[in-house]
C-alpha cells in the first residue's frame, strides 16, 4: 500500500494512499483536541451546527441539494475518544472524477473548506442561534437515547467506572450541553479553528501532490496552531475490581465486563501483538473461548466477545444473558481467562484466532474505508501501517507470549444490567 | 458435466462483468470476477420467515408451520452429524461465515482470502447434509429465546414489527421472523428436516460468488456438492392479502427516552411482470429519497420546528415472489402523530402539485451513485445480486432503468402508492408518555 505523507502548511498534513481500484473515494479532516467538560460539550456540538449551512449554501437544504448534485457525495461529521484525547473532524466519501467525468474532488475540497472556515453566521457575526439550540437538542435527544441501546449503554457505564477520574472516564451530560450559549460555542469553533492542527487522509484515484495542491489553496494555515498535536495514551492502571449494578424493565440483562491490559497499548512492540493474539482467542470469533463456552456449550447467551480497546489498553467483555445467569456467565468468563492465562490453548483456538486476524488484515485494502480506518489512527500515532507488516508480527507470536501477555489481563470493573422484565403493554 | 451453459454479461458504463453458469438440475451459480484480496460466496434459499404454509416434498397436502422455522432451521444448519460446529470448520480454514434468515430468503455467506475451494465446498456440504437432534434443538431454543429478548428491547425493532402486524391481516410478512418463544418451542427434528428437503434443493436456490473465481472451478464443486434434481420448486401457499390496513395506529410502551415512531404506506397492485417491478422499486428510491430525505422540504420544516432532531431512515420494501410491498419511514418525536399529519399534509400537496424536476434529477443522481458504488465490495456485489438472481434479470438493468425514468414516472408512482388510507402510523413511548410536547 503506497501511504505518502505530504506538509500542506505548518498547520495541516495530508496522508494520501492512491489507487485506483474504487469507484467511491474518500477523504478526512479530523483535529485532535482535549478531552473533558471544559471544552468536550462544546467540541462535540460545533461541527453539527457548521453542517447546517455555510457563505454561499447558508440553508442546511441548499447544502444538501449540493451534495446530492456532487453525486450523493456524504459529509458526516463525527466526534471520537481517542485515547484520552478527543478527536472531531469530517469525512466525505464521493464518486471519482474517472467514473462521472466531473471534478467532484474539487466540490467537495470546497465544500469542506466552507464547513470548516466560513459556515452561516447571523448579522452579528456568531453562530445562528436557533441552528445551535436546535443541535442542542439534538445533542440532547442523543445522550438520552443511549438508554435505548442496553448494550451501549452498559459499555458506557463499565467505561467510566473503569478510567473513573480520567478524561476517558468522562461522558458529556445533558446539563452541560444545555449550558452553551451561541456566543460561547462561536468562540469555542474560533479558538479550535485558529489553532487546531487538521490531519486530512484521502484514498482514491488522484495523486498525493494534486490533492495536496487543492487542500493547500482551500485551507490557508491555521494563525495560532503551534503544529502537530499529538494524541495523549494513557493506559487505565490496575486497581481493585468495582461492581455496579442497575436494573431496567427489559428482557435481556447485559454484563460488561473491563479489564486492564498490564498497560499495553498501541504501538509496534511483540507484546502488544500477543495481547491482540490472546484477545482474539479470548473472545474474538466464533471459535474463540467465550463464544464456544458460554454462548454453545453452555447456552448462557445469545453473544458473548471481547474487545480490545488499544488506545486504553483495556479489554472488554460483553454479553447479553438472562438474569438468573448472571454468576454462572461471569464464573465462566473467570475461567476462560484462567485457561487462557494457563497456556491451555488448542492447536484449533490458535490457528482459528490467526487465520481471523490475517483474514481481517488482508482485506484492508479491499475497501476505501478500511484504508481510511486502519491507517489513519496509525499514522496519528506514527506508527506502521501497512496490514502485511501487522499480519507477520502476529504471525511471530508463540504461545509463550500469549500466556504472558494473558498474565497481565486483569479485572477491574463490572457493570451489570438487570432485566425486570419487558413492559409489553400494547394499545391499538 | 454435460450441458454447462456459461452466459456472460457486461456493462461498459459501470466497467464490471458477471456470467451465469446453468447446469441440468443444479442451482443456477452466479460467478462476479474482481482483483480484490477477499472473495465472498454466498447461497441463496428461497425459503424465508413468510413461506409458513406449504406443500412438503414428497407429500399431496399443505402444511403450516409454527413461526420462527426459517430462522429456526438457519441456526441449526451450522451443526454437522458428528455434533461438530462447522463455524470452526470455517474458521480452519481462515473464512469468516454467517447467515441471515428474511421474509423470503436465507442466505448462507463467507468470505476468506485464501483457502476458498475448500470453504466453498464446506458451505455446500453444510447446506446438503443437515442433521437435527432432540437435544441440539433443545438447546437453540434456549439461544434463539436470547436473541428474541434482545429484539423484544429494542424500541426501534418493537416499532417496525408492531407496524407490520397493523398494516397487513393474514400475511406472514405480519409476523417477526425469528417467532416467539411459544411458537419455537413447538419445533421439532421431524419439522426442521421436513423444511430442509422440500427448500433446500437446486431448483430453489442460487449461488453467487464474487472475487478471485473461476466460473469453471466453481460449476465443478457445485456439481460435485449438490444432488442434481428434476424436482421444480416448492409449492408455497399464496396469501390473498386484503388491499386496506388492518389498523390505522399501534402503540406499545418500552424502556425509551423519547417517542420512536415508524409510518408504513401499503400497497398490494404489485405487477405480475418483474421488469415493472424492478422500475417500480428504483422509482421509490428516488421517490423516497425526495420526500423524506434532508434535502427535502418536510425534513427541513418538522427539524427547524423541533420536531424531529435526527435524519429520518427510509426504505421500499418488497420480495422478488410479488407478496408484498410497502414503504416505511422511521425517526423519533414527542409529538409522532404530528409527524404523522405533517407527512401526509406534505405527500398530498405534492401528489396535487406535481414532482420538481430538478430535485427528480438530483433523486437519480443519488440513485445512480448507490448503484454504482455498490460494485466497491465483493460482499455488496455479491448480496446486491440476489434480488436479480431471484426475478431471472440481468443486474446492470438496475443501472440502465434507473437513467430512463422520468419525473413523470415518479408522479403515477406517487399517485397510485400514496393513498390516503393506506397510512399506518406505529409508535412506542416510554412507560409513561401523554403524548405531549417536551422541550429541552
Known sequence: MDLQEIKISHSARLWAVRTRKFKKNVLSMTAILPLGPETTPLDLLFPRVLMRGIDGYPENADLKKRLETLYDTRIREGCSYFGDSLKIGFTADFLDDRVVESPILRGVVDLLAGIWQRPALDSNRILRENEVNLAKRALCDSIRAEINNTAVYAANRCREIICAGEPYGYSVAEDEVEAITAAALTERYRQVRNSAFLTFFYVGSKPAGEVAELLASAFPPAPDCPGVQPPVLAPTPAAAPVYKEVSMPVSQAKLVMGFTAGGMVFSDIPDYYAMCLATEIFGGTTSSKLFVN??????????????????????YVSSGIDTQSKEAARAEVLAQLDELRAGRITPAELDAALLSMTNTFRQIEDSPYSILSFCSGRALLGLDCSPENFIKKIKRVTLEDIKKAAGKITLKSEFFLAAQGGEAVRDD | MTEKHITWFESATLGERYCRITLPGLPAIYVFPKDLTNTHALAA???GSIDRRFRP???KDYIEVPDGVA???????FTDKDGRDVFERFAALGADANAYTSYDRTIYHFNCTENFETAFGLLLQMLTHPYFSAELVEREQGIIAQEIGMYEDDPGDVCYQNLLSAMYHIHPVRVNVCGTVESISRITPELLY??????????????ILCGRVDPESVARIVAENIPA?????PRRFWYEEPAEVAGRRVTARRQVSKPVFAIGVKNTDISPDQTTRLKEQLLHRILNHMIFAASGE????????????????YSYEAVPSGGFSHVVVTGAAWLPDEVFRRTQEYISALRTRGIDKADFERGRRVLLSRIISQYDSTE???????????????????QLLAEELTSEDAEVLLRKFYKDDKFVLSVVCPPKHTNQRKDN
Open chain 2, 71 to 77: 430462522h429456526f432451521l438457519e441456526h441449526r444448519m
Open chain 2, 298 to 313: 418536510l425534513y427541513n420544516s418538522l427539524y427547524d420546528q423541533g420536531l424531529i432532531t435526527a435524519p429520518l431512515a
Open chain 2, 57 to 59: 416434498h414428497g407429500r
Open chain 2, 194 to 207: 421436513d423444511c430442509h428437503s422440500t427448500f433446500y434443493s437446486a431448483p430453489n436456490m442460487v449461488v
Open chain 2, 380 to 398: 455488496r456485489t455479491a448480496h446486491a445480486m440476489i434480488d436479480s438472481a431471484f426475478r431471472g434479470l440481468d443486474i446492470f438493468d438496475e
Open chain 2, 229 to 233: 434434481t428434476e424436482a421444480g420448486e
Open chain 2, 45 to 47: 434459499i428461497k425459503y
Open chain 1, 294 to 315: 458460554l454462548r454453545e456449550r453452555l447456552s448462557l447467551c445469545y453473544y458473548c466477545g471481547a474487545y480490545y480497546e488499544n488506545l486504553k489498553g483495556i479489554i
